[in-house]
């Protein structure tokens, strides 16, 4: 469906920083998120150095706390979250054939607040590393529990706390967008239950974005106060109790891990449908488990903290509660597994990364279902296993996705397909990487190696040694797709994409030309 | 051009979402180095923290005005469309039900601290060793008016002022919807009558909050003297800056009356208003009930 009257898009500097348009802005935030991924990737890669040979290498313990957490805080919120909402931008519109999204000048707020946001945090980390004095960047974790961040926290504290609350304003805004867009901007006939289910887990996961962005925007507020105003949130002598951040904090943080991976569900059952030539079975399961994993995610956040002290009760609770969870995620990847039963399958990339992510990502989940299990917890947790646990749901899940992605609408996007030679290498690389990164952390985990030290007892130096190698190795990986994305969205170079670039896939994005005009569904489609 | 009404409308490219954002790098930056600078937790040595977060707030209220105002023409212009009325509306919902949720993380933090860390820290439950070893002479009771530390504070009645507030606001809900019903009837003249009524009440009940914390520093309820009255200012100060911003989104969209902005079909700006004040009324008897009643 192709549409004549096509506006000319601005251009120069203006187009990129005044943008009210659905595909620049997703633009910007891919982009952003993959710059955010490298430099996340560099302090890991600090992390690796220092953890290649027992004993201190390269960077003081207090460095290497300051690595540890903003590596993470940059991961998950620079680089994961943005690129799901970056993809969220492109797709949601073209998904449901709406001309834009509904609130297109807010939407190009919530982009430009995160680079705002992370300028205050990289600067942190850039400050520590090359200023005068080597002021310490946040060194808490990125969980950055109460009191280390509040009766310890460092001066950068302050600047971090602030910059959470942009990150939040930003996440707010576009989880707004979102939903406003998928209930009030779909074309005539998309009823909601035959929005494709990347539609549908971003309009569940924007929800939980709205209910617990202002969560954390609480916690970090008693923070500041905390330090400064003489309160007692999580002072125990005033009558407060650092346990109280914890469960603020979860209260959110669970949630937000089921904000990481609720778009990679859509993903995935978008692609693997495509590539086994039948449609997603269980749809409408699909869309229910969605529902009730992100209800769930909200009664199951003190998982994190059994060993912590609670009552039995409610340790109890938490328990049920989590490994009710595994049911509806199991439900999925039945499904996916399923949709391939008798598929005519074929395995171009987009199609590896998800199957890759199905076997990967079960792999964390069942982790995840051993970590649930309080007593079994009290052993592992704040070990390596909970570290191979969330990088592998993480990393080989959310991630992945992200790569599956990236390959299966790049050609929208750019007109021109990706080059497959490297495709190819990217991938092969990157799974082989990332297996022998996080596989061997669950037997260091399990021999109690703790997570978060710059140091370790001599017996873990030969997993140590050959978890560096899969760091540095995946790192040097991921230089393969900037190539890859280098070349199909500024050469563009590469085969000429049709519309439908694959063979027949579902979906209103197919029936645009490739790569999508400026504005798409002016007119909007009927959908039958 | 009859078509062109009946397609959603999306703006031109616009500088403001960009200039928002450097406004809030400003009140990020100038924020948290105008704290450090006059508290004394880290040494920050610089001067400028202030200067910094001043121009942040104009920017940001320059900002906001310029942006709305191009919204206002739109409107005014006819772009808007049903559709888009829904858009608005909608995204007005969430943003309050966000807002709902900040307000929860503070009440979760007052029954936690309520219900179980106070009794804990008593000896309540398996906790008689952590009373015993920690602070043997601290005793539990709510409003916490020794902390374990021994620094003493007072509580905050509720038949006083803040039985008044609420009265106050209660009444504003009312005269505001007063006004809501005369704007669906195209009264203008009650429009104008009742909406001012609202915003001299919103303004005595701002006046009598800002006496209530006169008065409670008076009698020894301060911010730094354990977690009752830290719970107390959080919350009442959140609720009352956020009192603060709706009686300016009221005071804008009376202005907006007065120059006839609104009809009976196109007021969304108005109703936004509207519920945001209703929203703060119904935190405000939340409050009442959990921080100075019960
Ligand atoms: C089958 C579902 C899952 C279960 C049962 C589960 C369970 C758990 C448990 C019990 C912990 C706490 C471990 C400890 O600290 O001792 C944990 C940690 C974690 N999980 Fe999961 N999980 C699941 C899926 C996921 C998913 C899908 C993600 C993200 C995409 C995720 C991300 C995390 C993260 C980031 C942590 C570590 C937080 C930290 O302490 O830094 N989990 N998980
Ligand atoms: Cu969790």
Same mark, same amino acid.
């Given at each position: 469906?192709?549409?004549?009257?096509?506006?000319?898009?601005?251009?120069?500097?203006?187009?990129?920083?005044?943008?009210?348009?659905?595909?620049?802005?997703?633009?910007?935030?891919?982009?952003?998120?993959?710059?955010?991924?490298?430099?996340?990737?560099?302090?890991?890669?600090?992390?690796?150095?220092?953890?290649?040979?027992?004993?201190?290498?390269?960077?003081?313990?207090?460095?290497?706390?300051?690595?540890?957490?903003?590596?993470?805080?940059?991961?998950?919120?620079?680089?994961?979250?943005?690129?799901?909402?970056?993809?969220?931008?492109?797709?949601?519109?073209?998904?449901?054939?709406?001309?834009?999204?509904?609130?297109?000048?807010?939407?190009?707020?919530?982009?430009?607040?995160?680079?705002?946001?992370?300028?205050?945090?990289?600067?942190?980390?850039?400050?520590?590393?090359?200023?005068?004095?080597?002021?310490?960047?946040?060194?808490?974790?990125?969980?950055?529990?109460?009191?280390?961040?509040?009766?310890?926290?460092?001066?950068?504290?302050?600047?971090?706390?602030?910059?959470?609350?942009?990150?939040?304003?930003?996440?707010?805004?576009?989880?707004?967008?979102?939903?406003?867009?998928?209930?009030?901007?779909?074309?005539?006939?998309?009823?909601?239950?035959?929005?494709?289910?990347?539609?549908?887990?971003?309009?569940?996961?924007?929800?939980?974005?709205?209910?617990?962005?202002?969560?954390?925007?609480?916690?970090?507020?008693?923070?500041?106060?905390?330090?400064?105003?003489?309160?007692?949130?999580?002072?125990?002598?005033?009558?407060?109790?650092?346990?109280?951040?914890?469960?603020?904090?979860?209260?959110?943080?669970?949630?937000?891990?089921?904000?990481?991976?609720?778009?990679?569900?859509?993903?995935?059952?978008?692609?693997?449908?495509?590539?086994?030539?039948?449609?997603?079975?269980?749809?409408?399961?699909?869309?229910?488990?969605?529902?009730?994993?992100?209800?769930?995610?909200?009664?199951?956040?003190?998982?994190?903290?059994?060993?912590?002290?609670?009552?039995?009760?409610?340790?109890?609770?938490?328990?049920?509660?989590?490994?009710?969870?595994?049911?509806?995620?199991?439900?999925?990847?039945?499904?996916?597994?399923?949709?391939?039963?008798?598929?005519?399958?074929?395995?171009?990339?987009?199609?590896?990364?998800?199957?890759?992510?199905?076997?990967?990502?079960?792999?964390?989940?069942?982790?995840?279902?051993?970590?649930?299990?309080?007593?079994?917890?009290?052993?592992?947790?704040?070990?390596?296993?909970?570290?191979?646990?969330?990088?592998?749901?993480?990393?080989?899940?959310?991630?992945?996705?992200?790569?599956?992605?990236?390959?299966?609408?790049?050609?929208?996007?750019?007109?021109?397909?990706?080059?497959?030679?490297?495709?190819?290498?990217?991938?092969?690389?990157?799974?082989?990487?990332?297996?022998?990164?996080?596989?061997?952390?669950?037997?260091?985990?399990?021999?109690?190696?703790?997570?978060?030290?710059?140091?370790?007892?001599?017996?873990?130096?030969?997993?140590?040694?050959?978890?560096?190698?899969?760091?540095?190795?995946?790192?040097?990986?991921?230089?393969?797709?900037?190539?890859?994305?280098?070349?199909?969205?500024?050469?563009?170079?590469?085969?000429?994409?049709?519309?439908?670039?694959?063979?027949?896939?579902?979906?209103?994005?197919?029936?645009?030309?490739?790569?999508?005009?400026?504005?798409?569904?002016?007119?909007?489609?009927?959908?039958? | 051009?009859?078509?062109?009404?009946?397609?959603?409308?999306?703006?031109?490219?616009?500088?403001?979402?960009?200039?928002?954002?450097?406004?809030?790098?400003?009140?990020?930056?100038?924020?948290? /180095? $105008?704290?450090?600078?006059?508290?004394?937790? *880290?040494?920050? =040595? !610089?001067?400028?923290?202030?200067?910094?977060? @001043?121009? %942040?707030?104009?920017?940001?209220?320059?900002?906001?005005?310029?942006?709305?105002?191009?919204?206002?023409?739109?409107?005014?212009?006819?772009?808007?469309?049903?559709?888009?009325?829904?858009?608005?509306?909608?995204?007005?919902?969430?943003?309050?039900?966000?807002?709902?949720?900040?307000?929860?993380?503070?009440?979760?933090?007052?029954?936690?601290?309520?219900?179980?860390?106070?009794?804990?820290?008593?000896?309540?439950?398996?906790?008689?060793?952590?009373?015993?070893?920690?602070?043997? /002479? $601290?005793?539990?009771?709510?409003?916490?008016? *020794?902390?374990? =530390? !021994?620094?003493?504070?007072?509580?905050?009645? @509720?038949? %006083?002022?803040?039985?008044?507030?609420?009265?106050?606001?209660?009444?504003?809900?009312?005269?505001?919807?007063?006004?809501?019903?005369?704007?669906?009837?195209?009264?203008?003249?009650?429009?104008?009558?009742?909406?001012?009524?609202?915003?001299?009440?919103?303004?005595?009940?701002?006046?009598?909050?800002?006496?209530?914390?006169?008065?409670?520093?008076?009698?020894?309820?301060?911010?730094?003297?354990?977690?009752?009255?830290?719970?107390?200012?959080?919350?009442?100060?959140?609720?009352?800056?956020?009192?603060?911003?709706?009686?300016?989104?009221?005071?804008?969209?009376?202005?907006?009356?007065?120059?006839?902005?609104?009809?009976?079909?196109?007021?969304?700006?108005?109703?936004?208003?509207?519920?945001?004040?209703?929203?703060?009324?119904?935190?405000?008897?939340?409050?009442?009930?959990?921080?100075?009643?019960?």
């Amino acid at each position: 469906m192709a549409d004549h009257h096509e506006h000319h898009a601005p251009t120069g500097l203006k187009r990129w920083l005044f943008s009210t348009n659905h595909k620049d802005i997703g633009s910007l935030y891919l982009w952003f998120s993959f710059i955010m991924f490298l430099i996340g990737g560099l302090l890991a890669m600090v992390i690796r150095t220092e953890l290649l040979y027992p004993g201190m290498q390269v960077v003081d313990p207090d460095f290497f706390n300051q690595m540890t957490t903003t590596h993470g805080l940059i991961m998950v919120f620079g680089a994961v979250m943005p690129a799901f909402v970056g993809l969220a931008n492109w797709m949601i519109p073209l998904m449901i054939g709406a001309p834009d999204m509904a609130l297109p000048r807010m939407n190009n707020w919530s982009f430009w607040i995160l680079p705002a946001a992370f300028a205050i945090l990289v600067s942190s980390v850039l400050m520590s590393a090359f200023g005068p004095g080597h002021p310490q960047a946040p060194n808490f974790g990125w969980t950055f529990y109460a009191p280390l961040s509040t009766t310890y926290g460092p001066a950068s504290t302050d600047f971090f706390i602030l910059s959470v609350h942009m990150m939040g304003i930003s996440s707010i805004m576009g989880a707004i967008n979102v939903i406003v867009t998928v209930l009030n901007m779909r074309a005539p006939g998309m009823t909601m239950m035959k929005m494709p289910l990347f539609v549908w887990t971003w309009l569940i996961t924007a929800f939980l974005l709205i209910a617990v962005m202002p969560v954390l925007a609480g916690a970090v507020t008693m923070m500041l106060t905390d330090r400064h105003f003489g309160t007692s949130f999580f002072n125990a002598a005033g009558g407060g109790d650092p346990v109280l951040f914890q469960h603020i904090f979860w209260f959110f943080g669970h949630p937000e891990v089921y904000i990481m991976i609720l778009p990679a569900f859509g993903v995935v059952s978008a692609i693997i449908p495509t590539f086994a030539r039948k449609p997603l079975f269980g749809y409408a399961s699909m869309v229910y488990a969605t529902g009730s994993i992100a209800l769930l995610s909200f009664v199951v956040w003190a998982h994190h903290m059994f060993a912590v002290g609670m009552p039995l009760a409610g340790m109890l609770f938490f328990m049920y509660m989590t490994m009710l969870i595994s049911v509806p995620t199991g439900v999925k990847v039945f499904n996916w597994v399923a949709t391939m039963w008798r598929g005519s399958l074929t395995f171009e990339l987009p199609m590896k990364w998800a199957i890759a992510f199905v076997i990967l990502f079960t792999i964390g989940g069942l982790s995840g279902l051993m970590l649930a299990i309080t007593p079994a917890d009290i052993q592992y947790h704040d070990s390596y296993f909970v570290v191979a646990h969330f990088h592998y749901v993480l990393v080989s899940g959310a991630i992945f996705s992200m790569f599956a992605a990236v390959y299966y609408w790049l050609p929208k996007w750019t007109g021109v397909m990706y080059d497959k030679f490297w495709g190819e290498v990217h991938f092969w690389s990157s799974l082989l990487s990332v297996n022998l990164l996080f596989f061997p952390m669950h037997f260091v985990g399990l021999a109690g190696m703790p997570r978060r030290y710059a140091d370790y007892a001599l017996q873990f130096a030969d997993y140590n040694f050959w978890i560096s190698i899969g760091g540095f190795w995946f790192g040097i990986s991921q230089l393969f797709l900037l190539w890859v994305l280098i070349k199909a969205c500024f050469l563009k170079k590469g085969e000429k994409a049709t519309a439908e670039v694959w063979e027949n896939p579902e979906g209103l994005e197919w029936t645009v030309p490739s790569p999508a005009p400026f504005h798409t569904f002016d007119t909007p489609p009927v959908v039958k | 051009m009859a078509e062109k009404t009946t397609q959603y409308y999306v703006p031109e490219s616009s500088p403001w979402p960009l200039m928002g954002s450097i406004g809030l790098l400003l009140l990020a930056v100038g924020g948290a /180095n $105008f704290i450090q600078q006059h508290t004394d937790k *880290v040494q920050n =040595d !610089g001067k400028l923290g202030g200067v910094i977060l @001043a121009i %942040g707030v104009l920017w940001m209220i320059g900002v906001m005005f310029m942006w709305w105002r191009d919204t206002v023409k739109e409107s005014l212009g006819g772009l808007h469309s049903h559709q888009m009325d829904r858009s608005y509306r909608q995204g007005m919902i969430w943003f309050i039900f966000s807002e709902v949720m900040f307000f929860g993380a503070f009440f979760g933090a007052l029954f936690y601290t309520r219900w179980l860390i106070v009794p804990w820290l008593g000896g309540a439950g398996s906790n008689a060793m952590t009373h015993e070893l920690l602070w043997p /002479n $601290f005793q539990a009771m709510w409003p916490l008016l *020794v902390a374990p =530390d !021994g620094r003493t504070t007072a509580a905050m009645g @509720a038949w %006083g002022l803040p039985a008044i507030n609420t009265a106050i606001l209660l009444t504003s809900s009312i005269t505001l919807t007063i006004a809501h019903h005369a704007l669906l009837a195209n009264q203008r003249g009650k429009v104008i009558a009742f909406q001012a009524a609202t915003i001299v009440l919103a303004v005595i009940f701002l006046g009598l909050q800002a006496l209530e914390y006169v008065h409670a520093y008076h009698m020894g309820l301060t911010i730094d003297a354990g977690i009752y009255g830290s719970l107390f200012f959080l919350m009442t100060g959140f609720h009352g800056a956020h009192v603060f911003l709706g009686t300016i989104f009221m005071i804008v969209t009376f202005l907006r009356v007065l120059k006839g902005h609104y009809t009976p079909e196109n007021h969304f700006a108005w109703e936004a208003a509207a519920w945001y004040w209703h929203f703060v009324d119904v935190v405000w008897l939340f409050l009442f009930v959990a921080v100075y009643w019960l």
